[in-house]
């Protein structure tokens, strides 16, 4: 059994709920985009197999939200409960981009409930898709404010810390720190291409089990070229992360390429295990890439993790975190690209069973390379809740009854989790696409 400790049980419980929260919240970023782009295909073409899809997506998109929405309450429950001392400092700061993801949150629901009620109400379509341009819009807003809120305790701007207490505070400052940009922009795209995966694996499935109906080809060739598109753009908003780091948290990324020397043309390092002397055993290494990824120069210099206090240094598991998240992107890109590049040969088969099972596979690694991309956030802005001002253990509440909670919310993550899969799968299920393209007089 664990011996009892506060910080500990506040770490983990937190981390439970945002890789919880950051499937449902993922899913309720990018989800929006492709349900108008299915719409607009369809009013464009006068093609109803889109517009059915932007319809049935629509719908199970609603129980996504809901399950969302109990997860980002809890995160903030859990701010002020289990990190009083960092909300305390750092609230004032926070508390802008906080209120604007609840208002851009309120703006997105409201037109979603009045884009799921007009169906088939407007004499012109057009109208009916311009609804759902700003439940597009509030759900990126709700992504990118959330996101600054991150982006400033890794980047701490527009403060003054003084005795304990934050004074000087510039609210817009701290909301577009130097983190802000690419931070914000990698959890987008990366939200964009997982959400595209997650809709083009269940085409997929319907393909694999023999149903080659148009319908289910229409879906996967919008999905996938999305995901195409988006995994190209997530690589490059990478490429720039690593830039990031290397100007403003360097140990951050000499700890997620087991970087220990300052060194110019610099490897980066795949995989591997640490001996007990500090050595790198059976890793992959490329020549001069950390270079060009830290500054665009394969004879650049990159600093070391002997640089910074031993107390200050992340621990070395990021670098596994990092390289899942990398090699999980790798993976999608190139699933789409073949995927794309088929389609366009058209004495190729896009839809060969190899091709199909990758996609299908495509939707949980997205989802695992999410995660992973979080905690390596999380994990490699460690010792510090707010880098370089305050330490974590400093941040995390003293109370005796965290444990107690973090075995009720897992409860909680449990039975919506099932709730969740229960319930689409039975509304799906109750209402097959093929009834619904036979109802609908769709061929």
């Known amino acids: 059994m664990m011996e009892y400790d506060p910080v500990i049980y506040s ?12 499937i449902f919240a993922t899913i309720g970023v990018g989800i929006p985009l492709l349900i108008a782009l299915a719409e ?15 319809r049935r997506w629509a719908r199970g998109f609603v129980i996504t939200v809901a399950v969302g929405v109990v997860t980002g309450t809890a995160i903030g429950l859990q701010l002020s409960l289990l990190w ?35 169906w088939d109400r407007f004499k012109k379509k057009i109208h009916h898709w311009l609804l759902v341009i700003p439940v597009v819009i509030g759900a990126s807003a709700s992504g990118f404010f959330i996101t600054t809120v991150n982006a400033f305790m890794n980047s ?93 948290q360097p140990e951050k990324l000499a700890a997620a390429e087991w970087h220990f020397e300052t060194t110019t043309e610099a490897p980066l390092i795949l995989g591997g295990i640490l001996t007990e002397d500090g050595e790198i055993a059976y890793a992959l290494e490329l020549p001069y890439a950390l270079s060009i990824l830290a500054h665009g120069d394969p004879g650049a210099e990159v600093i070391g993790l ?9 621990p070395m598991i990021v670098h596994y975190l990092f390289d899942l998240m990398v090699i999980s992107g790798i993976f999608l890109a190139a699933v789409s690209m073949l995927f794309v590049i088929m389609r366009l040969r058209k004495k190729w ?91 609908r007089g769709i061929e």
């Open 11 to 22: 770490r983990i419980l937190t981390g439970v709920t945002l890789g919880f929260h950051a």
């Open 40 to 54: 607009w295909i369809g009013i464009k073409r006068n093609d109803e197999h889109y517009r059915l899809l932007a």
């Open 84 to 118: 009083p001392s960092f909300m305390e400092v750092a609230g004032h700061a926070i508390s802008l981009p906080m209120f604007m993801e609840t208002f851009a949150f309120f703006f997105e629901a409201i037109f979603l409930g009045i884009y799921l009620y007009t």
């Open 156 to 248: 701490p701007y527009g403060i003054t810390v003084e005795n304990g207490v934050i004074t000087n505070i510039n609210p817009l400052a701290a909301m577009f720190n130097p983190a802000t940009p690419t931070k914000v922009a990698h959890v987008l795209s990366s939200a964009y291409l997982t959400s595209a995966f997650i809709l083009a694996a269940i085409a997929a499935i319907y393909l694999l089990r023999g149903n080659q109906h148009v319908y289910h080809k229409k879906a996967l060739h919008l999905t996938m070229t999305v995901a195409c598109v988006f995994a190209i753009v997530t690589a490059l908003i990478g490429d720039l992360s690593g830039k990031y780091l290397a100007e403003y």
């Open 306 to 314: 002997e640089e910074f206090p031993e107390e200050d240094l992340p």
């Open 349 to 439: 088969n896009e839809h060969n069973k190899p091709l199909l099972w990758a996609i299908l596979a495509g939707a949980p690694i997205a989802l695992f390379a999410i995660e992973m991309g979080w905690f390596f956030a999380e994990i490699g802005r460690q010792p510090w809740i707010l880098n370089g001002f305050m330490r974590t253990a400093e941040g995390a509440t003293t109370s005796q009854h965290v444990d107690l909670m973090l075995y009720l919310f897992i409860l909680l993550y449990l039975v919506l989790a099932v709730s969740c899969v229960t319930v689409l799968r039975k509304m799906f299920k109750s209402n097959p696409v093929e009834q619904e393209l036979l109802d």
